[in-house]
């Protein structure tokens, strides 16, 4: 999987890609408009992370360019400036999502996956972890043969944990992945609590190969 | 108490005009009669020569000692110490048949030594003016002169004030009919008064001051807002990435933990600061006409989990659709704000009750007995007592959202041991 990052941050490009990296990512970067086109130029990825505002240009012009190669390269669009109108103007000119800055990486990831998998329709669909397998296009688990009922909010958690199996999650992540922009957290946290035990009762009446594992009281693996 | 300018300037006028017309009148009566008894005067002395012609012309007039039809008598002198030649003038009263009444009279007393010899008194009279009458009729004339100024004066400014005035009705109609930022509606002034001209260019220039300053301190916040988004996404994925290390100890992992999470706090907060300005600068242009009801079905889904969780009973009445044009993210936002708080600041167990009609929907929570501040709760970072993780904005986001729309409004009310929030059309 080749993913290239155009951003002109350093820094934030830096952690990116050691996470990605981290993740068994190929990543290559670029840090302006010049140099991010000549790479989607030359090369084929299969996501593409691109910053708005760039030196020497946007990076709505860069994905313009890109669909007038005719190019179907996944694209995210990153962006400190969470306005609908670049969300619409993103998505219009072929942007496959949007994700604003600042956002947790496990954020970054799980949209990654769902870009990528919507583009590549061959092979296989599900995910998979031990005997679980989680079918994201119709929001199913499977433990062996057998179907996990979920609800969204444990679903939505459980893809959270299918996607990096066996890393510290924390909970203020999780927080915003079922609550949303302005998850406040106080009430969240306990509530994330009930729903990893639930969760958790669900997959050992299955008998289910994983578990949670609790870290020191700030988050979960899965294992 | 407040009078209107024209009435104030009367009033003033009013009094001038009194104590002007009263000096005026004394002077005036002082000199008419003065120049009167003159007048009578010189007519007495002349009449006193033609009469003492007559007398040394023909001796018998001496006889004539009683006031007949010839105005005037003459006396011997009794006592020579009485006697003068001088003129001695009085005012006199005698009876006039023609009145019935008596009457002033101009008398000159003097003596002559008539052609005998002998001294003599000669008084003359003559009919003068009544004096009571004059300053009755003069009072008269001077009380109607008086009324007719103020009468005069009290219309002119009726009339002429009132043009004159126009302009500056038209000024502060304006004034009282400007909101920030919108100066279509407003009267364009058109007069050629000067004065009215250079306030109502001042107005508007200090309109224009204010608002510049105003739309600088948006964008500023905006900025500001946006700048930090960078550093701190930075911020949280470094603290993130550091996470991923098996080596470190709890209490390491802990703090990290806790950093990430105030980052996530600050995070939060500038999202909010950056939407209420966003909501201010009418950046959610896409306006539709939506049903709240769908939106309220909709945000009741994704908060089932949590109400679960609380064991929260939502009760939802729909009598009609509450039907708004307004932009829908925005509709969302107010929506979800009011739930979670509802949601946030209720009990286990409570419940919350959701009711809409035609020009109305109210979202009535369970919680604490006490009524919250009703002046305060929609100001920011108006925080309540028991809430530290709160960013105090939720609220302030609901009221900036409904002020957007003019048809909007937004209420409080404690009633039933339940918090009510009413947005009303």
Known sequence: ?223 | MQVSLKNYTLRYLSIAFLIIITIWAALFYAFILEEVYDNVDDGLKNQKILILREVYAHPKLLETNEYGINQFRITPVEDENDFSEENRLDNEFFYMPYDDEMEPYRVLRTGFYAPDQKPYHLEIRTSTVEEDDLILNLTTALIVLYLVLVLGVYLINELVLRRAWRPFNIILENLNLYRFGKKDDLTVLSTNILEFNQLDEEIHRMWRRNEEVFDDQKRFIENAAHELQTPLAITINKLEMLMEDESLSENQLTQLADSKSSMKRLVNLNKALLMLSRIENKQYKDINQISLNQLVEEISKDFYDFLLFQDITLHVEEHTAFETSMNKDLALVMLSNLFRNAIRYNVKGGRISINIDQNQLSVANSGSPISLDQEKIFNRFHKGTQDSQSNGLGLAIVKSIVDSYSQLSIHYRFEDNMHIFSIKK
Not at chain 1, 26 to 31: H, L, N, Q, Y
Not at chain 1, 184 to 190: P, V
Request: aromatic share 8%.
């Open chain 1, 1 to 223: 999987m080749k993913v290239l990052i155009v951003e002109d941050e350093t820094d934030l490009c830096d952690v990116m890609k050691s996470f990605l990296e981290g993740e068994k990512y190929i990543v290559e970067t670029a840090d302006n408009y010049t140099s991010g086109l000549a790479k989607v130029a030359n090369y084929d990825y299969d996501c593409i992370l691109l910053d708005i505002m760039l030196p020497g240009g946007t990076g709505m012009e860069l994905l313009a360019e890109l669909r007038a190669l005719g190019k179907d390269d996944s694209v995210i669009i990153i962006s400190a400036k969470d306005s609908v109108e670049d969300k619409v103007e993103g998505l219009e000119l072929g942007a496959d999502d949007y994700l604003a800055k600042p956002f947790h990486l496990a954020e970054l990831l799980a949209r990654i996956k769902t870009v990528v998998r919507r583009k590549n329709h061959h092979g296989e669909q599900a995910i998979e972890f031990k005997d679980v397998k989680l079918f994201p296009e119709e929001r199913k688990v499977l433990i062996g043969t057998d179907e996990v009922q979920l609800n969204r909010k444990e679903y939505d958690l459980f893809y959270y944990f299918m996607i990096r199996p066996e890393k510290l999650i924390t909970k203020t992540s999780l927080a915003e992945a079922v609550w949303g922009d302005d998850a406040d957290q106080s009430d969240n946290l306990d509530f994330i609590y009930s729903q990893i035990k639930n969760l958790r009762r669900k997959l050992k009446n299955h008998q289910a190969e994983v578990d949670f594992q609790a870290v020191y009281g700030i988050g979960y693996k899965l294992v």
